[in-house]
């Protein structure tokens, strides 16, 4: 039997994976479309409800976005929230909360203030508040211990919203992602298979055969690969994106056992930190409960809780030598990182770590205490962080090698669940351009665009 043919081959079924599957069955007129996904259902790993914050990262609370930054991200995110009000999903896997930014401290009451102040022409709903409307909103950041006697000794102001949608599973919207790509046009091909991990990638003349591990065959012209961690392992196995190394950066949480917080608690960034700031908000997962997290471990894994190969995989794909070294050392040696790293290696450690990650917390909630949270297992997943060896540094957000020749593969640590379609958005045009196809981006604008 030879093996089956489809115009567009994506390699993930994941969100990204999940996105543009829906794009080009919507939005193009690429005939046959054909999503590979490794295990027996899709989002099983980062995107996962339990994997990631849950957060649809707009730039408004997130203080590590520039300026400029901010402005696009709002673009992506809102795409987030066309797609779930188009679906009717609001209120079912997409809700608003309540979302703030903290600062606590002199310093940081003035860089929340002036933040604010910029900000606020971009995000014309955000509002600043000051410990008395706190009080109200989210009463346990102001109280320093339980009976609510006495207030927390610094002084503490927030810049955020009420009446945004925030938070969203992105595991149920990578189903209904692909629920609405397989329902856009009846008369296209578009086949989901699972358990076919794919292997091998190879260009003969101008298509790409796939093999999975169980030895099925598919033909393609263009392939995208969107698998999480995996993609630089696929990319390196066919020689492209050498330059890059890939290190897994795993996220944890706690979880509380009741109610601790209202909505989203976001507190200031670090700049010298590439991971997100620990923050605070409610499980919509976890009904009742609050999420403090996620911490960021170094792990020689490429995914979590599935065990398997992935060690080995992971330490092709660090891609090891003097560069990725020089890597490590530069930022080892700041003391405020590696007092980071080693902080957030003891947070993974029964017996001490609730004591010194409930140390991190008390920031947000100073009354927290060790009997209040538990360290939530099977949460959380991996934040491939791309090492760039030329450039002889950790590459922040997401990153994606594109040979040219028909072939994309995307690497995507936070926030790439919120950028999802925007990236799809980006890939398509790409796979049009290749393949001679029209893309409807008119359609596109009209649906994804803010009025
Ligand atoms: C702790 C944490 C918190 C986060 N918080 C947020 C947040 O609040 N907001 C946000 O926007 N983002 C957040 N992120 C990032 C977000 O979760 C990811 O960017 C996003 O889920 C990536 O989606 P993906 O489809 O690219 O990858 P994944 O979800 O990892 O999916 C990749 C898919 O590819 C499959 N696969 C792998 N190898 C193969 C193969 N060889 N063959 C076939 N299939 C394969 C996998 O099984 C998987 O289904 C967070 C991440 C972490 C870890």
Redesign the pocket.
């Known amino acids: 039997m030879s093996a089956k043919h489809y115009e567009v081959i994506i390699?993930?079924?994941?969100?990204?994976?999940?996105a543009l599957f829906f794009e080009l069955a919507k939005y193009s007129d690429v005939n046959s479309i054909c999503l590979?996904?490794?295990?027996d259902d899709?989002?099983?790993?980062?995107?996962?409800g339990t994997?990631?914050?849950?957060?649809?990262?707009v730039g408004d609370i997130e203080t590590n976005y520039t300026f400029d930054k901010a402005k696009i991200t709002k673009r992506t995110a809102k795409m987030i929230e066309k797609f779930n009000l188009m679906y009717d999903l609001q209120d079912k896997i997409m809700f608003k909360h309540q979302k703030m930014a903290l600062g606590v401290g002199e310093k940081e009451v003035e860089f929340i203030t002036n933040r604010y102040n910029q900000f606020k022409e971009i995000f014309p709903y955000l509002e600043l508040w000051d410990k008395e409307t706190l009080r109200e909103k989210e009463p346990l950041l102001v109280y320093a211990d339980k009976e609510r006697t006495k207030d927390r000794p610094e002084p503490i102001v927030a810049m955020g919203t009420n009446d945004q949608y925030t938070t969203v599973d992105?595991g149920a919207m990578?189903k209904e992602l692909v629920k609405a790509g397989q329902n856009a046009n009846s008369e296209k091909t578009t086949d989901v298979y699972f358990n076919?991990?794919?292997?091998e990638i190879e260009k003969i003349a101008d298509k790409f055969k796939v093999t999975?591990v169980n030895g099925t065959v598919y033909t393609a012209d263009f392939v995208v690969v969107?698998?999480?961690?995996?993609s630089l392992y696929?990319a390196h196995k066919m020689g492209y994106g050498k330059h890059m190394g890939s290190l897994s950066?795993?996220?944890?949480?706690y979880i509380t056992n009741g109610t601790y917080l209202n909505g989203k608690v976001y507190m200031v960034q670090n700049d010298k930190l590439p991971f997100?700031a620990l923050h605070g908000d409610p499980d919509i997962l976890c009904e009742g409960k609050t999420r403090f997290?996620?911490t960021a471990l170094a792990l020689l894994v490429l995914?979590r809780y599935k065990g398997g190969k992935s060690f080995f995989q992971c330490l092709k794909t660090m891609n090891f030598d003097g560069n990725i070294m020089k890597i490590f050392w530069d930022l080892i040696k700041d003391s405020e990182i590696r007092n980071y790293v080693f902080k957030n290696f003891l947070f993974e450690i029964p017996g001490i770590n609730k004591k010194l990650f409930v140390q991190d917390a008390q920031k947000i909630v100073p009354s927290l205490s060790v009997e209040d949270i538990e360290y939530a297992k099977g949460f959380?997943?991996?934040?491939p962080q791309v090492l760039n060896k030329e450039e002889k540094k950790l590459m922040l957000g997401e990153a994606s090698i594109n040979p040219g020749n028909g072939i994309i593969f995307?690497m995507?640590?936070?926030?790439?669940?919120?950028?999802?379609l925007g990236n799809a958005e980006r890939d398509i045009k790409e796979v049009c351009k290749y393949l001679g196809k029209a893309f409807h981006e008119e359609q596109f604008l009209a649906d994804f665009t803010e009025k």
């Open positions: 390699v993930g079924g994941g969100i990204s994976g999940a590979l996904e490794k295990y899709l989002a099983t790993l980062n995107s996962k994997s990631n914050s849950q957060t649809i990262h992105f990578t076919s991990e794919v292997d999975t969107n698998a999480g961690a995996h696929l950066m795993a996220g944890s949480f997100a997290g996620p995914e959380g997943g991996v934040r995307n995507t640590p936070s926030p790439g669940a919120t950028s999802c």
